[in-house]
């Protein structure tokens, strides 16, 4: 990121790309559920669930839209594979060809044909992760140019609408929530940049409850870390980030409420590597694309 700086010039952080039709790179996805449940009802019962992830899959831009995003991609040398305690295989032939389709939903078909809506439906959630941290225009974009060391306050109105897709409705953020430009040293005696950030929230809502459930007592916490290319086109990218929710509440199936409680922990990592990155830093001079 900084390595195209003098000094500590001020530059604008963009990370978002405009990609175009033949854009190619390696994608990596990698998301890790990890839900732990309890009720405390006459049985007492407990529940807990961790599920691994993994996409991979050479991508090519076929279209993209005015704003740059693409629209159909093509994925070649595709996998997706799962594991859970006990279990683990492939959810579909490793190797086949993709062709995805971003329109009001994710759209995947293998030779013009779509996926079985289940299989549809687990692939573009995980794909709904490739450019989450992309979002036009980017909660993390500090909207100023900074240099490393600088600190500054994600978008509160953005995060609500980045969330809210993820079906976590903000009711009241905690106190500080903050995103930093990070550099550390690397081996070779220059500098990886990084923006880190932590976003506490106070009081949350689910969009989507079970029936009879009411939740007393919400908070979570968003946070991660975003590494930015040395360069403008230079590969690779990754990202790290972790959602945990925390609910406890009473339920009502009959006549008497029973307390209950949820943790759930989502963590994605994502790289990418290839001609076009998707976070890059832009320096003072030359246009960048999220100001």
Same mark, same amino acid.
């Given at each position: 990121?900084?390595?195209?700086?003098?000094?500590?010039?001020?530059?604008?952080?963009?990370?978002?790309?405009?990609?175009?039709?033949?854009?190619?790179?390696?994608?990596?996805?990698?998301?890790?559920?990890?839900?732990?449940?309890?009720?405390?009802?006459?049985?007492?019962?407990?529940?807990?669930?961790?599920?691994?992830?993994?996409?991979?899959?050479?991508?090519?831009?076929?279209?993209?839209?005015?704003?740059?995003?693409?629209?159909?991609?093509?994925?070649?040398?595709?996998?997706?594979?799962?594991?859970?305690?006990?279990?683990?295989?492939?959810?579909?032939?490793?190797?086949?060809?993709?062709?995805?389709?971003?329109?009001?939903?994710?759209?995947?078909?293998?030779?013009?044909?779509?996926?079985?809506?289940?299989?549809?439906?687990?692939?573009?959630?995980?794909?709904?992760?490739?450019? =989450?941290?992309?979002?036009?225009?980017?909660?993390?974009?500090?909207?100023?140019?900074?240099?490393?060391?600088?600190?500054?306050?994600?978008?509160?109105?953005?995060?609500?609408?980045?969330?809210?897709?993820?079906?976590?409705?903000?009711?009241?953020?905690? =106190?500080?929530?903050?995103?930093?430009?990070?550099?550390?040293?690397?081996?070779?005696?220059?500098?990886?940049?990084?923006?880190?950030?932590?976003?506490?929230?106070?009081?949350?809502?689910?969009?989507?409850?079970?029936?009879?459930?009411?939740?007393?007592?919400?908070?979570?916490?968003?946070?991660?870390?975003?590494?930015?290319?040395?360069?403008?086109?230079?590969?690779?990218?990754?990202?790290?980030?972790?959602?945990?929710?925390?609910?406890?509440?009473?339920?009502?199936?009959?006549?008497?409420?029973?307390?209950?409680?949820?943790?759930?922990?989502?963590?994605?990592?994502?790289?990418?590597?290839?001609?076009?990155?998707?976070?890059?830093?832009?320096? =003072?001079?030359?246009?960048?694309?999220?100001?």
């Amino acid at each position: 990121m900084g390595l195209v700086l003098a000094g500590t010039a001020a530059a604008d952080v963009v990370l978002r790309p405009r990609l175009e039709p033949g854009d190619r790179y390696r994608l990596s996805l990698r998301v890790l559920t990890d839900t732990s449940a309890f009720s405390k009802g006459v049985s007492g019962e407990t529940y807990e669930e961790l599920v691994r992830l993994h996409y991979q899959a050479d991508v090519t831009v076929l279209e993209v839209d005015a704003e740059g995003s693409p629209s159909e991609e093509r994925h070649d040398r595709a996998s997706l594979t799962y594991e859970r305690p006990g279990d683990s295989g492939s959810l579909f032939k490793e190797g086949v060809s993709l062709e995805v389709a971003r329109r009001s939903d994710v759209e995947i078909s293998v030779a013009g044909r779509r996926l079985d809506r289940k299989l549809e439906d687990t692939l573009a959630d995980v794909l709904e992760k490739q450019f =989450e941290f992309t979002l036009e225009p980017a909660f993390l974009a500090p909207g100023r140019p900074v240099k490393p060391g600088d600190s500054w306050t994600p978008n509160e109105d953005l995060v609500r609408r980045y969330l809210l897709g993820r079906g976590v409705r903000v009711i009241a953020f905690g =106190e500080g929530a903050v995103a930093t430009w990070v550099q550390e040293p690397r081996e070779d005696g220059r500098s990886a940049d990084f923006v880190d950030y932590q976003i506490p929230i106070a009081r949350f809502v689910l969009t989507r409850m079970p029936e009879g459930a009411q939740a007393s007592k919400t908070e979570a916490r968003l946070e991660g870390r975003i590494q930015l290319a040395p360069e403008p086109d230079q590969a690779p990218l990754s990202a790290r980030s972790n959602l945990t929710l925390q609910l406890n509440g009473t339920s009502r199936t009959t006549a008497q409420s029973q307390p209950w409680g949820v943790r759930t922990s989502i963590t994605i990592e994502k790289s990418s590597s290839g001609r076009e990155d998707l976070a890059t830093l832009a320096p =003072e001079g030359r246009p960048g694309l999220l100001r």
